[in-house]
């Protein structure tokens, strides 16, 4: 298995805090993402990494940021949560752009906002 | 805009028996299509990847076949196994860095 980590794995949390998730690599790929899965929606990408502080928007961006200050970590914020946010998060990985490679995936991290 | 489907929502063989799973995708040009595996609660698990110049890719008692004209792509599991039960989810990418996911095929094998 890739070595990708995310923490934390579970987080309830109130409407209106701020939420950093994390993601950590440790097979040195160059792209990273976020993605959400909610029932019926299947997996929709929120934002992506094609490097060091190279950072882009994907489909379903507003209210969420993200940063990778290091090739190995890339963080997902939520502002200002709300209960729509509520999903499984999942980090994946490769080693070049998706349209040409498989990607990794990390195992979830489950975010209730209450 | 594209759109990825699969039919149907949840499966239930008995154990032993051959199946396919289907996968539709609207905009046919594609670089290449990935079927994954994912486990309750769990992350996804790559599968195959079949490259758009390919027509097909077989990894154990798996096989999974591309038919870009029809906008179509089949996964074959031979001899259904227990083991084998999962959601399985055909992605295609929409633009260099974006999946586009379908929303999966609930497969039960009962033993």
């Known amino acids: 298995d890739a070595g990708i980590t995310q923490s934390p794995r579970h987080k309830v949390t109130e409407t209106g805090t701020p939420v950093t998730l994390r993601c950590h690599q440790t097979?040195?790929?160059?792209?990273m993402y976020w993605y959400r899965q909610d029932p019926g929606h299947g997996l929709r990408l929120i934002h992506y990494?094609?490097?060091?502080?190279?950072?882009d928007k994907g489909e379903v961006s507003d209210g969420y940021s993200v940063s990778r200050s290091k090739t190995e970590d890339f963080l997902l914020t939520l502002e200002s949560a709300t209960s729509s946010q509520t999903s499984v998060y999942f980090c994946?990985?490769?080693?070049?752009?998706?349209?040409?490679?498989?990607?990794?995936f990390g195992p979830g991290t489950r975010l209730t906002v209450l | 805009k594209q759109e990825v489907t699969q039919i149907p929502a949840a499966l239930s063989v008995p154990e032993g028996e051959n199946l396919v799973l289907n996968c539709s995708f609207t905009?046919?040009?594609?670089?290449?299509l990935q079927w994954f595996r994912q486990d309750p609660g769990k992350g996804l698990t790559s599968l195959l990847l079949?490259?758009?110049?390919?027509r097909e890719q077989t990894s154990g008692r798996l096989n999974a076949s591309l038919d870009k004209s029809s906008g179509r792509s089949t996964l074959y599991i031979a001899a259904s196994q227990p083991g084998d039960s999962a959601t399985y989810l055909c992605?295609?990418?929409?633009?260099?860095?974006?999946?586009?996911f379908g929303t999966g095929t609930r497969l039960t094998v009962i033993p």
């Open positions: 994946a990985i490769s080693e070049t752009a998706t349209s040409t490679d498989t990607q990794y």
């Open positions: 097979e040195n790929h160059r792209y």
């Open positions: 990494s094609y490097g060091v502080k190279d950072t």
């Open positions: 905009d046919s040009a594609i670089y290449n």
């Open positions: 079949i490259q758009s110049s390919q």
């Open positions: 992605a295609v990418p929409a633009g260099a860095n974006n999946l586009f």
